[in-house]
């Protein structure tokens, strides 16, 4: 059975830093691109971050390019979203999704995590 987990969240204040992690279990890890999404209550879920299957390749929202990073860890099961410079509109609900083909398009994600707050503080 595939399932993610999304850990990391929390409260933090405007400028400062966050390091989301999602664990991988009951699949080949390796052989899913692995993304970010977040949503905030009332707005359609959006695209952050995506990771190829090597980690060699990502793909940035404009709103969030150069200040987080997307790696994984397919030894560990493992993706990281690295938030830095973290802005009030940032505040969201972040999930991690896996598909087999390398894509933005939130429509073409199979798996779901549960989820992780995010909340900063201006």
């Known amino acids: 059975q595939v399932q993610l987990v999304e850990s990391g969240g929390g409260l933090v204040q405007a400028g400062g830093s966050l390091r989301l992690s999602c664990a991988a279990s009951g699949w080949a890890f390796s052989t899913y691109v692995m993304a970010w999404f977040r949503q905030v209550p009332g707005k359609e879920r959006e695209f952050v971050a995506a990771v190829n299957w090597s980690g060699g390749t990502t793909s940035y929202a404009d709103s969030v390019k150069g200040r987080f990073t997307i790696s994984r860890d397919n030894a560990k099961n493992m993706v990281y979203l690295q938030m830095n410079s973290l802005k009030p509109e940032d505040t969201a609900v972040y999930y991690c999704?896996?598909?087999?083909?390398?894509?933005?398009?939130?429509?073409?994600?199979?798996?779901w995590g549960q989820g992780t707050q995010v909340t900063v503080s201006s």
């Open positions: 999704a896996a598909t087999r083909r390398y894509t933005t398009n939130i429509g073409l994600y199979d798996y």
